[in-house]
């Protein structure tokens, strides 16, 4: 593993970390002198290959990243990380994203700039949910700030929006999917949805969201939110055929998680 994370494979830098860190946590047990010097090796080490796999476009090593910046105070390069993780489809990235324009427009008086601001704050909000159409009780917030053109031009560019992820962030989730993960398997389907138009595959993305639904464990169900996959259930169906949307179906019944 250290040697193709050497050779800057951005999958392999992050799972060296996890397993050194795994590494550390074995060793808490030895003497508290040995114990010290891991903690300290694991820190650089973590910080070393979890941004070399973040520049190495993995996505769950971008989000990461992003958290470690903010908590060094580095707020500006938190952003861009944060930025990266949430175009690639990273709803959390997405979230922090639309916390930190709501934060910056508390900051500040009303302008034409701070209405560039709240439309960034409503996008990447809206994103995150997996929405294309806002809630009424959004919109009557919304309506508070911005005008019903500004409103209609962030429906468009949600409309518009599509995930870009890398082939080792793609590899991730799928594999993790195939374990019954609910997070990974929302992702495939989101991806599969809304991708770029050679990699849209509405079958693939119906069948993920579907076993996501069925296989979705307990604590899910406290930020799953039915609206969400309402919206993500119709445009899937919406472009598939009855024979396609049954076939689908079927395949779902049939399927079992790895264990």
Not at 169 to 182: G, L, P, S, V
Not at 193 to 221: H, T
Request: hydrophobic share 40%; proline share 3%.
């Amino acid at each position: 593993m250290h040697v193709r994370a050497g050779k800057a494979d951005a999958r392999a830098q992050f799972d060296f970390v996890a397993a050194f860190n795994g590494k550390v946590s074995c060793s808490m047990q030895e003497k508290e002198s040995v114990v010290e010097d891991l903690f300290r090796k694991s820190a650089a080490i973590s910080e070393e290959w979890i941004e070399k796999s973040a520049q190495g476009g993995y996505l769950p090593a971008q989000s990461q990243w992003a958290n470690m910046l903010k908590m060094d105070k580095k707020f500006q390069e938190s952003l861009i990380w944060s930025r990266k993780a949430a175009e690639q489809g990273d709803s959390n990235s997405q979230r922090d994203l639309a916390t930190y324009y709501d934060e910056e427009y508390k900051k500040t008086v009303s302008s034409n700039e701070d209405i560039k601001v709240v439309e960034e704050m409503w996008f990447w909000h809206n994103l995150a949910e997996y929405r294309v159409y806002w809630t009424a009780l959004d919109q009557g917030r919304a309506k508070e700030v911005l005008d019903s053109y500004k409103i209609e031009a962030i429906e468009k560019r949600l409309h518009a929006w599509k995930p870009s992820p890398t082939a080792s962030t793609r590899q991730k989730f799928q594999e993790d999917a195939e374990t019954a993960d609910f997070d990974a398997q929302m992702m495939l389907a989101r991806f599969s949805l809304y991708g770029d138009s050679p990699k849209r595959d509405f079958s693939e993305g119906y069948f993920w969201l579907l076993a996501a639904v069925k296989y979705m464990p307990e604590e899910a169900i406290l930020y799953f939110k039915p609206i969400d996959y309402d919206g993500m259930k119709i445009r899937a169906e919406k472009n598939l055929t009855p024979e396609q949307i049954t076939a689908v179906k079927e395949r779902v019944k049939d399927w079992k998680p790895e264990l």
